[in-house]
């Protein structure tokens, strides 16, 4: 089984539509995040959480909320999903190690959402 | 800022020949680097990663790095390329004063032709 699992793979909606993208990991890792990927842009961080009481913005949190259940699972929704949040959504885990910051980040295999 | 640039969206090469991708970074402080590869329709995995000690840092698959900072480089190389390596593939950099946070270049496609 894969370590780190995301729910639904693909997803359609409609503009103004509330969804939920949910991430589970069996890993054991303190750390999750969620990034967004568009073509020619990369990957760029839209929330992280180090534990289950800490939750922290990235660098395009706006219209994005997440909710972290329990160590192993942490979701993402778009509370009124708009054309322009269409993309490819990784969640990623890491474990804190000796020294976090050096800690590699395990990434799922993506839901691909797409907003009409 | 920080900043991770690679030069070439796009990399095309016959099978058998030199793998050259390229990245430089701009970091105030020592850098972490890390390479990812992204297989058609497939999550992120790490490739190789330097922290620190040595400069040369080999990864799975053949592909190596060698950290330069004079050069503020962090190129991926593989001697010969497979038709297995055709992928997409990003240069990352932990960002200063946070916790493991990456940013990521925008990424180089791999071609590999017969």
């Known amino acids: 089984d894969a370590d780190v699992t995301q729910t639904p793979r693909n997803r359609i909606t409609k503009t103004g539509k509330r969804i939920m993208l949910e991430c589970s990991q069996t890993k054991g890792h303190d750390r999750m995040y969620w990034y967004r990927q568009d073509p020619g842009l990369g990957l760029r961080l839209i929330y992280y959480?180090?534990?289950?009481?800490?939750?922290n913005k990235g660098e395009i949190s706006d219209g994005y909320s997440v909710s972290r259940q329990a160590q192993a699972k942490f979701s993402l929704s778009l509370e009124s999903a708009i054309p322009n949040q269409t993309a490819l959504y990784f969640c990623?885990?890491?474990?804190?190690?000796?020294?976090?910051?050096?800690?590699?980040?395990?990434f799922g295999p993506g839901t691909r959402l797409l907003v009409l | 800022a920080q900043s991770v640039t690679q030069l070439g969206s796009h990399v095309s090469v016959s099978e058998g020949a030199l793998v050259l991708l390229r990245c430089n970074y701009s970091s105030s402080v020592p850098p972490y680097l890390f390479w990812y590869v992204q297989y058609p329709n497939q999550g992120l995995q790490l490739l190789l990663k330097?922290?620190?000690?040595?400069?040369l840092v080999k990864g799975i698959n053949g592909f190596e790095a060698e950290f330069k900072k004079s050069e503020t480089s962090f190129h991926l190389t593989k001697p010969s390329a497979h038709m297995s390596d055709a992928a997409e593939y990003f240069c990352?950099?932990?960002?200063?004063?946070?916790?493991?946070?990456?940013?990521f270049g925008k990424g180089t496609k791999l071609s590999v032709k017969p």
């Open positions: 990623a885990t890491s474990d804190l190690g000796t020294s976090g910051r050096k800690e590699t980040q395990y």
């Open positions: 959480s180090f534990d289950v009481k800490d939750i």
């Open positions: 990352a950099v932990i960002k200063a004063g946070s916790q493991g946070n990456l940013i």
């Open positions: 330097y922290t620190t000690g040595a400069t």
